[in-house]
């Protein structure tokens, strides 16, 4: 089965009016729904290349990656089917350095377009609002300021997304598919690797001398926020340290 793209499409209403490729208009969010359950049995054991080529050829330039500069395996692959794509990196305001360091040269290291996207409030201005500390009292709201709403309001300028969801992290994600219908945004999302184990990962990174967050051999296999981040024993869960002794394994960008 060839995997669909947007074929032949009656004028529609898109919201916030965006304008398709081509000077077309793009489909209504049901056959959004119907072309992302096409494309996810088509592309099922397709390998990344394929499932990103596809994304590119179908989407040109309404699409972006998301990364968390945990490492650049998802960056090369968008980059070889899409060169100057757009990088979507959320700048909490509480990263690593080492994080803002691994930007920085994927930024100078690959032809991408790495966009990094602000909240509405500062640290501080946070701080003055809520109080110091809000991750440790109430992470879920600050995840929404920090991260949640502000990619909200990027994707808004795309209509589909691509990302690093992976079925091996967590029991969450065990029913990924290549190719989803993110309601939330209306929009397609790509998940090139989601049937790679760490293995696989690994592999690619030493196959193609992938940039890589050098928080990862430090032992931080899944990196976020430093305020929210712990490291991980040797076999332990790789998202284990993601807000250790909170109950929260989401920071409520793909739930």
């Given amino acids: 089965m060839t995997a669909p793209r947007w074929g032949d499409r009656s004028p529609q209403s898109w919201p916030g009016g965006q304008s398709w490729p081509g000077g077309t208009t793009p489909p209504t969010p049901q056959a959004g729904e119907v072309l992302a359950d096409q494309a996810a049995q088509a592309?099922?054991?397709?390998?990344?290349?394929?499932?990103m080529q596809w994304a590119a050829d179908t989407f040109e330039d309404?699409?972006?990656v998301a990364s968390s500069m945990t490492d650049a395996v998802l960056i090369r692959l968008a980059s070889l089917a899409q060169p100057g794509i757009d990088v979507v990196f959320l700048e909490t305001?509480?990263?690593?350095?080492?994080?803002?360091?691994?930007?920085?040269?994927?930024?100078?290291?690959?032809?991408?377009?790495?966009?990094?996207?602000l909240p509405e409030l500062s640290v501080a201005e946070q701080d003055a609002e809520f109080g110091p500390r809000l991750y440790e009292r109430d992470p879920d709201f600050?995840?929404?300021?920090?991260?949640?709403?502000?990619?909200?309001?990027?994707?808004?300028?795309?209509?589909?997304?691509?990302?690093?969801v992976r079925r091996a992290e967590t029991l969450a994600r065990r029913q990924a598919k290549p190719v989803e219908w993110d309601a939330r945004?209306?929009?397609?999302?790509?998940?090139?690797?989601?049937?790679?184990?760490?293995?696989?990962?690994?592999?690619?990174i030493a196959a193609h001398g992938i940039l890589v967050n050098p928080l990862v051999y430090d032992g931080y296999p899944s990196i976020g926020c430093?305020?929210?981040?712990?490291?991980?024993?040797?076999?332990?869960?790789?998202?284990?340290?993601?807000?250790?002794?909170?109950?929260?394994?989401?920071?409520?960008?793909?739930?």
């Fill in 43 to 51: 592309l099922e054991g397709a390998s990344a290349e394929e499932i």
């Fill in 62 to 64: 309404r699409l972006c």
């Fill in 93 to 117: 305001g509480y990263h690593f350095a080492e994080t803002i360091g691994t930007r920085d040269a994927v930024s100078v290291t690959y032809p991408v377009n790495v966009i990094s996207v």
């Fill in 142 to 164: 600050c995840c929404q300021m920090r991260k949640v709403t502000p990619l909200n309001r990027v994707l808004r300028r795309y209509d589909a997304w691509v990302t690093g």
């Fill in 185 to 204: 945004h209306e929009m397609i999302k790509v998940n090139p690797i989601v049937g790679w184990t760490d293995d696989d990962v690994d592999d690619y």
């Fill in 226 to 255: 430093a305020t929210c981040t712990l490291r991980v024993e040797p076999g332990a869960d790789p998202r284990s340290g993601r807000w250790a002794g909170t109950g929260k394994s989401e920071c409520g960008i793909h739930e």
